[in-house]
């Protein structure tokens, strides 16, 4: 009995890890090309916070870019 509730314990501290989330950090490469000429770059400002629903295999939050 004692094995089958720390089971379940491990398997609900588990779940409580997936549930919350991943903070993100990045950045963003961009290019642009036009008839007059073209540019790019790269900021350096991304960041969020993610979930990752295993049983779906689902990624879903909110990510910011600074400009």
Same mark, same amino acid.
């Given at each position: 009995?004692?094995? +089958? %509730?720390?089971?379940?314990?491990?398997? @609900?501290?588990?779940?409580?890890?997936?549930?919350? &989330? *991943?903070? @993100? +950090?990045? !950045?963003? $490469? *961009? !290019?642009? $090309? %036009?008839?007059? &000429?073209?540019? &790019?770059? @790269?900021? $350096?400002?991304?960041?969020?916070?993610? !979930?990752?629903?295993?049983? +779906?295999? $689902?990624?879903?939050?909110?990510?910011?870019?600074?400009?």
């Amino acid at each position: 009995m004692r094995a +089958s %509730a720390m089971g379940i314990l491990g398997l @609900v501290l588990l779940g409580l890890a997936w549930a919350a &989330g *991943y903070a @993100v +950090s990045g !950045e963003v $490469r *961009y !290019e642009a $090309r %036009a008839p007059l &000429g073209a540019f &790019g770059g @790269v900021n $350096r400002t991304l960041k969020g916070k993610v !979930e990752f629903d295993p049983t +779906s295999g $689902r990624l879903q939050g909110r990510v910011c870019v600074v400009v």
